[in-house]
């Protein structure tokens, strides 16, 4: 019995990924990942709730207010029952260079996070507070805007614990992203291609493989307004404080190799790595080639000179830097700043 519930097992697993090599050669290019993959990290920000078109009203980019609802602004009250009536707000704003441009909420108005969790909101006190708790997250990741995922989207699903194969089909922004929000590591998924995105020109595109969706989320955060709120010097970044290495994957999951280890680099394009007492230093540098920010890192170590890749700046912040390396496979940098 235990032989034949051993070779029953073998066989799912085959029939799983012999199936994913069936479509593969057809075409529709599925490709497996997991809750820790950068794509679907990326993915389930692009699902996220839109909260910058209003940010004119609360001012906060982690939260929107739900339609309908009503503003006041220089004494004119603003019906808001559409996304298209915040450039009344914006209108009335502009009409006038004297008047205060304060805009003033009719509570009770629901909140929406940007996880879509919803918290009704009874005053101004109350508003206040919210909006100060998520001004505490400067640089929480937020919502990935000007890409439009055209549903339904079917994704295979493979549970390593039970071994069991499924499917489910998608159908919405919130659906996708409680998908990704509840797996968990023992799942292994694979979208189905290909899949239809409309970006933040009205332009559809097919999409046919992960390679091409995350190129695809890489160009609206660098060409997207609504991604670029505030602009950020790169340089002057990365060599404000120290950083250490959430992630990096080359080939695999290198990540635990480089636990421990902090990184200041300097403005002189020297980088010291330290770990427990020891220090090294190295060389770094980035330069800009076709709009494209190109980082290189140098050491001599055995283990830190396998951080030297062409690699290639895909987003950051003032807490936050990734890079990523596409060759025969995806490879990925992620640093990120310590606390103190």
Request: charged share 20%; glycine share 2%.
């Amino acid at each position: 019995m235990f032989r034949l519930k051993k070779y029953l097992s073998i066989v799912v697993i085959l029939f799983f990924f012999s199936c994913q090599s069936e479509t593969d050669e057809q075409g529709h290019n599925t490709q497996t990942v997991t809750n820790a993959s950068p794509l679907t990290s990326y993915l389930q920000r692009v699902a996220m709730v839109k909260t910058v078109q209003d940010n004119i009203i609360d001012g906060s980019t982690y939260c929107t207010i739900k339609l309908p609802y009503t503003v006041k602004v220089n004494n004119v009250a603003i019906a808001i029952n559409t996304t298209a009536d915040y450039q009344k707000v914006l209108d009335n704003i502009n009409a006038n260079t004297t008047d205060d441009d304060i805009v003033k909420i009719d509570f009770p108005v629901t909140m929406v996070y940007y996880n879509y969790i919803e918290k009704l909101i009874p005053n101004q006190s109350d508003f206040d507070s919210l909006i100060d708790y998520w001004n505490l997250y400067p640089d929480l990741l937020s919502k990935i805007n000007g890409l439009n995922i055209n549903y339904p989207i079917t994704i295979s699903i493979y549970n390593s614990y039970n071994q069991i194969g499924s499917s489910v089909s998608i159908a919405s922004d919130q659906a996708f992203f409680n998908f990704i929000k509840n797996l968990n590591a023992s799942q292994y998924i694979s979208l189905n291609y290909p899949i239809s995105v409309t970006d933040y020109n009205n332009q559809t595109k097919s999409i046919t493989n992960n390679s091409e969706f995350e190129n695809a989320i890489k160009y609206v955060i660098d060409n997207c307004s609504e991604n670029n709120i505030v602009a950020l010097d790169f340089t002057e970044t990365i060599t404000k404080g120290s950083w250490k290495i959430p992630f990096v994957f080359e080939a695999s999951d290198k990540t635990a190799l480089y636990n421990g280890y902090t990184f200041v680099f300097k403005s002189d394009k020297s980088v010291v790595a330290i770990k427990d007492g020891v220090s090294e230093t190295g060389q770094w540098d980035v330069k800009t080639t076709y709009d494209t920010k190109e980082f290189k890192i140098s050491f001599s170590s055995n283990l830190l000179r396998q951080l030297d890749f062409n690699w290639k700046l895909f987003e950051f912040n003032n807490s936050l830097i990734r890079f990523r390396e596409v060759s025969n496979t995806t490879n990925y940098l992620y640093f990120e700043k310590n606390e103190y």
